[in-house]
């Protein structure tokens, strides 16, 4: 199988291949064009090469878990295996990346160590570079994105509904939409800094205006002023959704 093979993808504990005589060096021997997706808990290096990890280990020690939830209680996963699909894609990018460098470089195959922590670490955004620069922390916000703002979930008389009320233009035509051109107009929220500095207030006008209304009017209010809005969906509003079936995203066979 390995002579004929594009790749080879494996995800045992390091080591486990090369005790069964099955090394990348070994193999490449009858394939020198073979490209060998190694998945791991930690990698195939390190001091921690040999424990073993799922998705939500990688999701602990990436530096994901500690900022999902609420302020001061229990971090929570965020509901699906994240840490494996992060995995997953980050595999993928890599097979596609060897096929192409094997098809225009000399035919060489090679191999990808894809760690499940390091894969969760490199889609968390400016995590590192705010603690390595500022020696800043982040720390668990709820539902609003911390460092921008107002972006949040926000509460209507029949549901919730997210505001990404966040770019100054959007910012300006989301206080238009409540009738509060005060806001709108004001020198202190013109710009996002200032936005931040004043999350609270804001969330607490937005809530206020939201709490009055359904998602649908809320929604339709929002649409027209063009400020990004959405339901927070379960799956059965996902498998009724319009825009879901024309795309083609859900079907029944």
Same mark, same amino acid.
């Given at each position: 199988?390995?002579?004929?093979? #594009?790749?080879?993808?494996?995800?045992?504990?390091? &080591?486990?291949?090369?005790?069964?005589?099955? #090394?990348?060096?070994?193999?490449?021997?009858?394939?020198?064009?073979?490209?060998?997706?190694?998945?791991?808990?930690?990698?195939?290096?390190?001091?921690?090469?040999?424990?073993?990890?799922?998705?939500?280990?990688?999701?602990? =020690?990436? *530096?994901?878990?500690?900022?999902?939830?609420?302020?001061?209680?229990?971090?929570?996963?965020?509901?699906?295996?994240?840490?494996?699909?992060?995995?997953?894609?980050?595999?993928?990018?890599?097979?596609? !990346?060897?096929?192409?460098?094997?098809?225009?470089?000399? &035919?060489?195959?090679?191999?990808?160590?894809?760690?499940?922590?390091?894969?969760?670490?490199?889609? =968390?955004?400016?995590?590192?570079?705010?603690?390595?620069?500022?020696?800043?922390?982040?720390?668990?916000?709820?539902?609003?994105?911390?460092?921008?703002?107002?972006?949040?979930?926000?509460?209507?008389?029949? *549901?919730?509904?997210?505001?990404? *009320?966040?770019?100054?233009?959007?910012?300006?035509?989301? =206080?238009?939409?409540?009738?509060?051109?005060?806001?709108?107009? #004001?020198?202190?929220?013109?710009?996002?800094?200032?936005?931040?500095?004043?999350?609270? =207030?804001?969330?607490?006008?937005?809530?206020?205006? !939201?709490? !009055?209304?359904?998602?649908?009017?809320?929604?339709?209010?929002?649409?027209?002023?063009?400020?990004?809005?959405?339901?927070?969906?379960?799956?059965?509003?996902?498998?009724?959704?319009?825009?879901?079936?024309?795309?083609?995203?859900?079907?029944?066979?």
């Amino acid at each position: 199988l390995i002579a004929s093979a #594009d790749v080879l993808v494996e995800n045992f504990r390091p &080591g486990t291949l090369e005790d069964w005589g099955m #090394d990348y060096d070994t193999l490449s021997q009858s394939n020198p064009g073979l490209i060998m997706l190694r998945v791991s808990g930690f990698g195939q290096t390190g001091p921690y090469r040999d424990q073993p990890g799922f998705g939500v280990i990688g999701e602990a =020690m990436g *530096g994901l878990r500690y900022l999902t939830g609420e302020p001061g209680r229990v971090p929570v996963r965020c509901g699906v295996s994240i840490g494996d699909t992060l995995a997953a894609l980050h595999g993928t990018i890599g097979v596609l !990346t060897a096929l192409h460098h094997r098809q225009f470089n000399g &035919g060489k195959g090679q191999v990808i160590d894809v760690a499940l922590t390091e894969a969760v670490l490199n889609v =968390m955004e400016s995590l590192i570079p705010e603690y390595s620069a500022f020696g800043a922390v982040r720390e668990p916000a709820g539902s609003s994105l911390p460092g921008i703002a107002p972006s949040s979930a926000y509460r209507c008389t029949d *549901g919730l509904v997210l505001i990404a *009320g966040n770019g100054d233009s959007i910012f300006k035509r989301l =206080m238009t939409a409540m009738g509060r051109e005060d806001l709108a107009q #004001d020198p202190r929220l013109a710009g996002n800094p200032g936005r931040v500095e004043h999350t609270l =207030m804001l969330d607490q006008a937005i809530e206020a205006w !939201t709490q !009055t209304q359904t998602v649908e009017a809320v929604l339709q209010q929002l649409g027209q002023h063009r400020v990004p809005s959405g339901r927070v969906y379960t799956a059965k509003d996902v498998v009724e959704d319009p825009h879901f079936l024309a795309r083609d995203m859900i079907v029944q066979q």
